[in-house]
């Protein structure tokens, strides 16, 4: 099993930035993807971002230019720059974890951020 807390969600006005973080631990894998995805209400989970153990990122097209994923691999940690937002980027985001051989994937909790037009 992995354990994921994530911590950096929160209200801001459009056009402000947030940074989100999201830890893993437990039994970790050298060979894994974090990333985040997030829901709005009514609707599905959609990817943000991703980025393998080896630094590969993906982005979702929506937030290209305005977010930016990283991670530590020393501390399993993954963050989530997020700036000129908008707010329809206003969603629940959900950290992930995804063991790569096993295809088994692990979420957090969930983190709301609001942003205010």
């Known amino acids: 099993q992995v354990q994921l807390v994530e911590s950096g969600g929160g209200l801001v006005q459009a056009g402000g930035s947030l940074r989100l973080s999201c830890t893993a631990s437990?039994?970790?894998?050298?060979?894994?993807?974090m990333g985040w995805y997030r829901q709005a209400p009514g609707k599905q989970r959609n990817l943000v971002a991703t980025i393998t153990n080896g630094g590969t990122k993906n982005y979702a097209d929506s937030v290209l230019g305005r977010f930016t994923i990283s991670r530590d691999n020393i501390k399993n940690t993954v963050y989530l720059q997020m700036n000129s937002l908008k707010p329809e980027d206003t969603a629940v985001y959900y950290c992930l974890y995804r063991r790569v051989l096993t295809r088994s994937d692990y979420w957090g909790q969930g983190t709301q951020v609001t942003v205010s037009s």
């Open positions: 437990g039994s970790i894998s050298s060979i894994n993807v």
